[in-house]
C-alpha cells in the first residue's frame, strides 16, 4: 500500500491546509457553526412539495385511507417511522399504515401486486419511502388501478419520471441546491411543509420540528451522505443533545441508547459502528418490524425488542462472515472485476459481500443473488474510488432489466440468460478501463505536520471539525523521522498494545500503537508515522493514534 499527502502547501496555516481539501472556502464560517438559519432550505424548493402537500391535506380532509411503503434498511425505517409517527400522534390522524416488502421474497421496489394488496384494503394514496423513482411502469399501474402515488426518494432518477402525483427528490429539483439528502431527509422535509399549512402554534410547530430532529441525525450518518450544510447541522445538533441534553430527546430513543450501554462522548463513530448495525440487522434476519418497534415504544414496553438486539446481530455477523467465505471461493482474484453468483446467497448479504471484495482487492465487483423461479437475478454493485461503475451500467443497459444508485451503492436486476453475457462485456470493459496502477490502495494523508504546528491551539481547534464523517473525514496526518526512545507494552484484556516514546524536534511525543505490542521488535531506530490526534482526557493532553508506520516510502505491514 502506498500513500499520498493531499496538501504540501506549507506556506498555509494547518488550518488551512485542512479547509482547502474539504473545498471549503468563503464557507468556512458556516462549516463551524452550522447554524440553523445559515443551514437550512425551504422545503417548497423541491419540486412538486406544494403540490404533495395540497393533496395530503385534501386526502385527510376526505379520510383516505393512506399506505407508507417503505424500503426496508435504515434509512427507510426512519422515514417511514417519522412519517408514521407524524400522521398518528402528532396530526392525530389514524387511517394511516406501512407496509413492508420481504427482502427475499419481494427484493426491492414496490411490484403490481403489492399495489393489488393494498386496493383490496381499500387504500387510496400511497407514499413510497426511499424506493420508486426508477419505477416508470409500476406508476402506470398504479394508475390504472385508480391509486393515487407520491413518490419520495433521494436515489438518482433516470431519463423518465415515473406519472405520479408528485415525485420528490432533491435530485429533480432544480432550486434545490444542496443534492446530498439522506432519504429520512426527504421525509422531515415533507413534514415540515405538511406543518406550515397545519393550524398549530409556532411553540407547538417547534417542539414537532425539534422532536425530529435526532432521528433525522442518527441516520443521516449511517446513509454515509456528506456532513456539509443541512446535514452537518443536524448531526451537529443532535451530539450537542446527546451529550449535554439527552433528557430532551424522545423517549424512544432514549431508552434504546440507555440500553446499548454507549459511554459519553457520543459521536458519529457510534452512530455507524453501534447503533445502525443493530437496527439494520433485523429486517436482514428477521422482520423489518420488529426494527420500527423499537422506535414505536418506550421504556418498559420496548424491552422485547432490545433483548433480540445483540443476539441478532451476532447471528448477523456470523452469515456476512460465512457467505464471505463462499463468495471469496467463486471469484476468480485474477479478473478486472470480482463476480460472485449464487442462488444460495441471500438478498441482504449481497451488498455486503460486494464491499468487502472491493475492499479487499480494491477492484469493481458484482454479486448475484440467482431466482430461478423467477429466471432473474438481482445484483449488488461496489467500486473502489478510481472506477464508475454508473457509467459501466449504462454502457451495458440494453442487457439489464432495472438498474439503481445512490453515491456509494448500485444495484440492479438481469435475466438469468443474460447474465453470462453480461458478465464477460463488464469483463471485457473492465480490462479496458482499470491500469494496474489503479490495482494498489492508497492511503490518503491529509497533510504533513512541521514543528511549529505541534500546538496545543490547534489540537483545540481540530475539535472543530467534528462531527466527522462522508466528505469531513477524521484528518490523517504525517510525522517525518521521528527518533525512537523507548517501547513499552500496554497489556489490556489478554492482548497488548504498543506504547512508543519519541523525540520529534524539540517534542516528546507520546505514540499508542493499538494491538500491536508483538510488533515491538520490527520497529526501528527512526519511522516515519501517519496518525490521529487523540486527546488523553485522564491527563488533558494530546497523544498520536498511530495509524500507519512508513518505511521506504511505502506503508510497513505490522
Not at 423461479?373 to 461496489?382: D, F, Q
Request: proline letters at 3%.
Amino acid at each position: 500500500m502506498k500513500y499520498q499527502i493531499l496538501n504540501e502547501s506549507y506556506d498555509k496555516t494547518l488550518i488551512e491546509r485542512l479547509l482547502e481539501i474539504r473545498n471549503i472556502g468563503s464557507d468556512a464560517d458556516v462549516f463551524f457553526d452550522p447554524t440553523f438559519n445559515r443551514t437550512w432550505i425551504n422545503p417548497f424548493k423541491i419540486e412538486w412539495m406544494e403540490v404533495a402537500v395540497d393533496h395530503i391535506m385534501n386526502s385527510m380532509k376526505k379520510w383516505e385511507k393512506i399506505m407508507i411503503f417503505w424500503d426496508y434498511d435504515v434509512d427507510g425505517v426512519t422515514a417511514s417511522y417519522c412519517l408514521y409517527k407524524f400522521f398518528r400522534y402528532f396530526l392525530q390522524y389514524s387511517s394511516v399504515s406501512i407496509m413492508y416488502p420481504n427482502r427475499q421474497k419481494d427484493g426491492y421496489w414496490l411490484k403490481n401486486y403489492h399495489l393489488d394488496d393494498m386496493k383490496s384494503k381499500w387504500v387510496q394514496l400511497v407514499i413510497t419511502v426511499d424506493n420508486w423513482v426508477t419505477s416508470v411502469e409500476e406508476a402506470k399501474y398504479a394508475k390504472e388501478i385508480w391509486i393515487d402515488l407520491l413518490i419520495t426518494d433521494h436515489h438518482q432518477p433516470l431519463n423518465e419520471l415515473p406519472d405520479a402525483i408528485a415525485v420528490l427528490n432533491q435530485n429533480c429539483s432544480d432550486n434545490y441546491s444542496f443534492k446530498w439528502l439522506a432519504w429520512v431527509w426527504v421525509a422531515f422535509k415533507l413534514i415540515v411543509a405538511v406543518l406550515s399549512k397545519c393550524n398549530f402554534t409556532s411553540e407547538r410547530k417547534n417542539q414537532i420540528f425539534n422532536f425530529f430532529l435526532p432521528i433525522v441525525a442518527i441516520w443521516t450518518v449511517a446513509d454515509v451522505v456528506p456532513l456539509l450544510w443541512e446535514n452537518r447541522f443536524i448531526v451537529r445538533r443532535w451530539l450537542e443533545l446527546i451529550n449535554r441534553h439527552s433528557e430532551n430527546l424522545p423517549k424512544c430513543l432514549q431508552w434504546f441508547l440507555s440500553y446499548l450501554s454507549i459511554k459519553s462522548p457520543i459521536d458519529t463513530y457510534h452512530i455507524w459502528f453501534v447503533i445502525w448495525p443493530r437496527i439494520n440487522a433485523w429486517w436482514r434476519i428477521q422482520s423489518p418490524y420488529d426494527s420500527l418497534n423499537i422506535f414505536l415504544h418506550e421504556w418498559d414496553n420496548q424491552i422485547e425488542f432490545l433483548e433480540k438486539l445483540d443476539a441478532i446481530n451476532q447471528e448477523r455477523k456470523r452469515l456476512q462472515d460465512e457467505w464471505l467465505k463462499v463468495a471469496e471461493k467463486l471469484i476468480d482474484v485474477e479478473s478486472p472485476i470480482l463476480i460472485a453468483k449464487s442462488s444460495d446467497f441471500h438478498e441482504w448479504v449481497i451488498w455486503i459481500i460486494a464491499w468487502r471484495l472491493t475492499d479487499k482487492y480494491n477492484k469493481p465487483s458484482i454479486v448475484y443473488k440467482c431466482n430461478e423461479e423467477k429466471w432473474t437475478a438481482s445484483a449488488s454493485l461496489r467500486g473502489p474510488g478510481y472506477f464508475s461503475i454508473i457509467d459501466m451500467l449504462k454502457s451495458h443497459a440494453e442487457l439489464l432489466e432495472r438498474f439503481w444508485w445512490h453515491e456509494w451503492a448500485w444495484w440492479l436486476t438481469v435475466k438469468l440468460e443474460n447474465i453470462d453475457l453480461l458478465n464477460e462485456k463488464l469483463k471485457s470493459y473492465c480490462k479496458k478501463k482499470i491500469k494496474d496502477i489503479d490495482l494498489e490502495k492508497i492511503l490518503l494523508v491529509d497533510t504533513k505536520i512541521v514543528p511549529e504546528e505541534w500546538t496545543i491551539g490547534n489540537f483545540a481547534f481540530l475539535e472543530k471539525f467534528e462531527p466527522f464523517g462522508e466528505w469531513n473525514e477524521e484528518p490523517l496526518f504525517l510525522f517525518e523521522n521521528l527518533e525512537i526512545k523507548k517501547i513499552e507494552k500496554v497489556w489490556k484484556n489478554g492482548g497488548s498494545h504498543m506504547k512508543i516514546y519519541a523525540n520529534w524536534w524539540d517534542q516528546l511525543l507520546n505514540l499508542l500503537f493499538w494491538w500491536k505490542g508483538s510488533q515491538s521488535d520490527v520497529i526501528s531506530s527512526e519511522i516515519s508515522v501517519i496518525w490521529k490526534i487523540r486527546k488523553d482526557t485522564f491527563n488533558w493532553w494530546y497523544f498520536v493514534d498511530w495509524v500507519a508506520i512508513i518505511e521506504d516510502w511505502k506503508i510497513l505491514d505490522l
